[in-house]
């Protein structure tokens, strides 16, 4: 028994020691003093190896872009460094949820540790916010999120091999006087929680006995700039919170309630199917939400909204609100226009990547999510590179079997070419060919480059921007992870593209978006799907849709059942209508 336990001590003794310690024990025990220098030094040539085959890996933000990243990327060779100034990641599609106490905040949250507590990578947080990139020297100024003892902000330099920014987007007020000073966004958790205690604040102080008529129907008056998706639903939601629960509450004021929702365009979710569009514009102005379309905000003051009828010849209006909320465009932050100066970016409303979310300009910083667009490349500026690379016989023309033997190719590189075959309903490479050629057997056409020129003159004009979603922002992080994962086998092995300009393939495929649709929920247990296909769902049943997958799109089990609890509270007690 004594054995065994100072065996038991000996194994923890050794186990506390760090791995040089036990190779230079191993050395004296079993062959003298005569191997502990050799023991020794293999040991530390070892950790050599190791820590400087790890690269540093900086990701800015905890978005969905940012958080996707970091739940998949599972390659021990790097060493990661988040820095964001919230240590949570947010689902954002159920913030106009939060701010009528349908869901609470807490239930939408989620710690970021929590994602990288068990993985193979190590990977630190730091809660601090970027200040500047300096691309040249590889570093990332911040500074932290959290005051000392004497209110002062730490600020500290973060070095980099990879950086990765997925830091979303502002709001963009349009420069409209007024906007940041008097109105409310939904971009953040913070947003919602203010808005829901503005909401009651309303109602609180319209309740006062001292207040008149008038300043009643102006403080119960909200007012939503906006008519995408966000500004829809919070509009929605609002109607059902004040409809379904304050109007209990409040009794004596429930008539005085107004909710205009106001759009500069001719339609309000104009993204979506006309037969959605038209559907959610009957459904309001049936439930009593005035939805003023042709309606540009110009001013904001603390008591009226300016806005300029773009039908009646520009005539401004003015209207009085008690709360607002500005829910339209997307503004950069102002360390991103920094960083876009310094790379030869300018003027660009996103930073500009390429097919591989890699900033173009940098060899080693990639862009994601709302803070970056996709500059896909145009068929026409390669004609001639595609020409040549297809051309195998130098023949100066172009035979139907040439062009199939890259055609993957091109379709993986130039994702219009695809899009615009599907367009325009043709089975084969062979019948675009043909149009330009006119009147010839399929298989005996042979093109020469201006003929080939005059076939794919029009393919580029099916080329998209993607969409500032969290669906386009998820799947981007996705992605990349899983380039990182894979990056030393595909150095050696590339699995992408043919290079039309360069020889070889390029190392990963291009990054795809795949839709799989999108929601517009519509108040009263109704919402609106636009569903791959061109398939339309409205109603009822697509409402319980909606909850469904946006249960199972929570990104943990707790969260999951945080929100489903909040739900199943909300259809057996109502809303929480309380400040808290």
Known sequence: MRTFTFFQRLSKAFHGY???????????????????????????????????????????????AGTSFLKNLDNPRYEVHVVSPRNYFAFTPLLPSVTCGTVEARSIVEP???????????????????????????????????GNNSNEKDEFVVDYDFLIIAVGANVNTFNTPGVVENCHFLKEVED????????????????????????????????????GPTGVEFAASLHDFVNEDL???????????????????????????????????DKFRRDGIDVKTGAMVVKVSDKEISTKEMKNGGEITTIPYGMAVWST???TRPFIKDFM???????????????????????????????????????????????????????????VKEFREVLNDICERYPQVELYLKTRQMNDIADLLKEAKGDVEKESIELNIEELKTALSKVDSQMKFLPATAQVASQQGT??????????????????PIRFREEGRHRFKPFRYKHFGQFAPLGGEQAAAQLPGDWVSIGHSTQWLWYSVYASKQVSWRTRALVVTDWTRRFIFGRDSSQI
Not at 253 to 278: C, N, P, Q, W, Y
Request: aromatic share 8%; hydrophobic share 40%.
């Open 247 to 281: 109007v209990k509450l409040y009794p004596g004021i429930k008539d005085l309630v107004r909710i205009t929702l106001l759009e500069a365009g001719e339609h309000i979710l104009s993204m979506f199917d006309k037969r959605i569009t038209s559907f959610a514009e």
């Open 329 to 331: 465009g997307i503004g």
């Open 192 to 227: 919602a929680q203010k808005i829901r205690r503005t909401v009651i604040d309303c109602f609180e102080r319209a309740s006062l006995p001292s207040v008149s008529e008038e300043e009643k129907k102006r403080i119960l008056h909200f007012a939503i700039v906006g008519g």
């Open 18 to 64: 760090d791995s040089h310690f036990k190779l230079v024990l191993l050395c004296t025990t079993v062959s003298g003093g005569g191997l502990l220098a050799y023991g020794e030094a293999v040991a530390e040539s070892e950790a050599a190896v190791v820590k400087e085959e790890k690269k540093k890996v900086v990701v800015l933000g905890t978005g969905w």
């Open 479 to 496: 992605y990349l992870a899983k380039c990182f994962n894979r990056m030393e086998e595909c150095e050696k092995n590339p699995e992408g």
């Open 341 to 399: 100066a310094q790379i030869g970016q300018i003027n660009r409303r996103a930073v500009a990547t390429d097919e591989w979310l890699r900033v173009e300009g940098t060899n080693n910083v990639y862009a994601l999510g709302d803070c970056a667009t996709i500059n896909q490349r145009k068929v026409m500026e390669d004609i001639a590179a595609i020409f040549k690379k297809a051309d195998k016989d130098n023949s100066g023309t172009l035979t």
């Open 112 to 146: 970021v540790r929590n994602f990288f507590r068990k993985k193979n990578v190590k990977v630190d947080f730091s809660e601090a916010e970027c200040l500047k990139i300096d691309a040249a020297n590889r570093k990332v100024y911040c500074r932290s999120s959290i």
